[in-house]
T-cell receptor, first 113, second 112 residues
Framework: GAGVSQSPSNKVTEKGKDVELRCDPI?????LYWYRQSLGQGLEFLIY????????KSGLPSDRFSAERTGGSVSTLTIQRTQQEDSAVYLC???????????FGPGTRLTVT | GENVEQHPSTLSVQEGDSAVIKCTYS??????FPWYKQELGKRPQLIID?????GEKKDQRIAVTLNKTAKHFSLHITETQPEDSAVYFC???????????FGSGTRLQVQP
């Protein structure tokens, strides 16, 4: 079946602009995660959605970052007033209810100029 | 919170040799430990995982061991092949919280 998809694959934006990144999880997966991977670094947790529960936002680095998940499926990560340090690959993952395995999308490479 | 340390950061082996990557974690509540392989420009792919109720798991040429007392776990790749060349990440979480804490990665190069 189809895996996790993300769009756009690449985004170049000017410092100070807002950006929206989209994630489509695997069909039927109830859990959705956002991670950030800076160049040559490991993955850093940002936010986690599970069903209708309140999201775990403990990894969001500042209040410029927010995310929502509509209808329990698609998620959008929004970064307001982008800064150069926001440049990274933003990865989305999903998992099915009761299972710990997380499957990643291809990521969105964000470049802030 | 959880902290995961991974080493070595780079590892070069000859084709056919074994490779071992080691990780330590800090949170004794962690009970799920996956390993991901990431090829250049690609998404991380789950290659094997282990839960805290077992000490070892094997899948063909790949095995993972877990020592809960010492809080460390290792990835073992035997009979390495050039296509094993990639960056490998370990991670840890407790299945209640779910958010993965990743190690910093190991770049494995298998020389033909």
């Amino acid at each position: 079946g189809a895996g996790v998809s993300q769009s756009p694959s690449n985004k170049v934006t000017e410092k100070g602009k807002d950006v929206e990144l989209r994630c489509d999880p695997i069909s039927g997966h109830t859990a959705l995660y956002w991670y950030r991977q800076s160049l040559g670094q490991g993955l850093e947790f940002l936010i986690y959605f599970q069903g209708n529960s309140a999201p775990d936002k403990s990894g969001l680095p500042s209040d410029r970052f927010s995310a929502e998940r509509t209808g329990g499926s698609v998620s959008t990560l929004t970064i307001q007033r982008t800064q150069q340090e926001d440049s990274a690959v933003y990865l989305c993952a999903s998992s099915t209810s009761g299972r710990a395995e997380q499957y990643f999308g291809p990521g969105t490479r964000l470049t802030v100029t | 919170g959880e902290n995961v340390e991974q080493h070595p950061s780079t590892l070069s082996v000859q084709e056919g040799d074994s490779a071992v990557i080691k990780c330590t974690y800090s949170d004794s509540a962690s009970n799920y430990f996956p390993w991901y392989k990431q090829e250049l420009g690609k998404r991380p792919q789950l290659i094997i995982d282990i839960r805290s109720n077992v000490g070892e798991k094997k899948d063909q040429r790949i095995a993972v061991t877990l020592n809960k007392t010492a809080k460390h776990f290792s990835l073992h790749i035997t009979e390495t092949q050039p296509e094993d060349s990639a960056v490998y990440f370990c991670a840890a979480t407790d299945t209640g919280r779910r958010a993965l804490t990743f190690g910093s990665g190991t770049r494995l190069q298998v020389q033909p």
